[in-house]
C-alpha cells in the first residue's frame, strides 16, 4: 500500500490490513507533500515499512517490481494477458 499527500486517515485501517497479509506499506515522507495528515497518520498508526520523499517513489516501485518479476516471471506473464 502507497499512502501519498492528503488530509484525512482513511487509508490507516487498509494499510493495517495489508501489512497483516504480508503485504508492505509505502509512505510518502511528510515535508515533501502539500498535505501532511495523511502521511502523518500512517506514521504514527501504521508502521510503514518504508518512508521516502515523492521523488523516490516510482524508482521504489519500479525496483519491488522488477524483483517480484524475476521471481515470478510466469505469474507477470499470465497477468499481462
Same mark, same amino acid.
Given at each position: 500500500g502507497?499512502? $501519498? #499527500?492528503? !488530509? %484525512?486517515?482513511?487509508?490507516?485501517e487498509g $494499510? &493495517?490490513?495489508i501489512q497483516? &497479509?504480508?503485504g508492505s506499506v509505502i509512505v510518502q515522507e511528510p515535508? #515533501?507533500?502539500l498535505y501532511k495528515e495523511a502521511p +502523518? +497518520? +500512517?506514521i504514527e498508526k501504521c !508502521?510503514? &515499512?518504508l518512508i521516502i520523499p515523492d521523488i523516490g517513489i516510482a524508482g521504489e516501485l519500479n525496483k519491488r517490481f522488477s524483483e517480484w518479476y524475476r521471481k515470478?516471471? %510466469?505469474i507477470y506473464f499470465w497477468a499481462e494477458l
Open positions: 502507497i499512502i $501519498l #499527500t492528503g !488530509s %484525512a486517515e482513511d487509508g490507516i $494499510l &493495517n490490513d497483516k &497479509n504480508g515535508t #515533501t507533500c +502523518a +497518520a +500512517a !508502521s510503514p &515499512n515470478y516471471p %510466469a
